[in-house]
C-alpha cells in the first residue's frame, strides 16, 4: 500500500456566479411574496374556516408555502429579473 497524499479537492462551487443577484435583492423579493401570502392565510382564509386543530392549520399554512415558494417565487424572480442582476 502506497501512502502517497490525495491532491487537495478544488473550492467547491459557488452559487453566486457572475449573473447572480445580489442577497438582499433576493431577501426582499422574498419577503415581498412570503409576506402577503401569510397575511392573506392568517387574516381571511383560516378564520373563515373556523376552529381548526393546530396540526391541520399548520400542514395548511406549510403546504400553501411550500407552493408559494416552488411555483410563485420563482415565477416573480423571472419577472424582476432585470432589477435582481442590476
Known amino acids: 500500500m502506497s501512502a502517497e497524499a490525495s491532491p487537495p479537492d478544488p473550492a467547491p462551487p459557488t452559487a453566486a456566479g457572475?449573473?447572480?443577484?445580489?442577497?438582499?435583492k433576493s431577501i426582499v423579493v422574498t419577503f415581498l411574496v412570503v409576506f402577503p401570502t401569510v397575511e392573506l392565510l392568517t387574516r381571511v382564509v383560516l378564520p373563515?374556516?373556523?376552529?381548526m386543530p393546530g396540526?391541520?392549520?399548520?400542514?395548511?399554512m406549510v403546504g400553501t408555502?411550500?407552493?408559494?415558494?416552488?411555483?410563485?417565487?420563482?415565477?416573480?424572480?423571472?419577472?424582476?429579473r432585470s432589477w435582481l442582476v442590476r
Open 55 to 60: 396540526l391541520a392549520r399548520d400542514l395548511l
Open 18 to 24: 457572475p449573473g447572480a443577484p445580489r442577497r438582499w
Open 48 to 51: 373563515r374556516l373556523g376552529p
Open 65 to 80: 408555502m411550500s407552493v408559494t415558494l416552488s411555483f410563485v417565487l420563482p415565477m416573480i424572480n423571472q419577472r424582476v
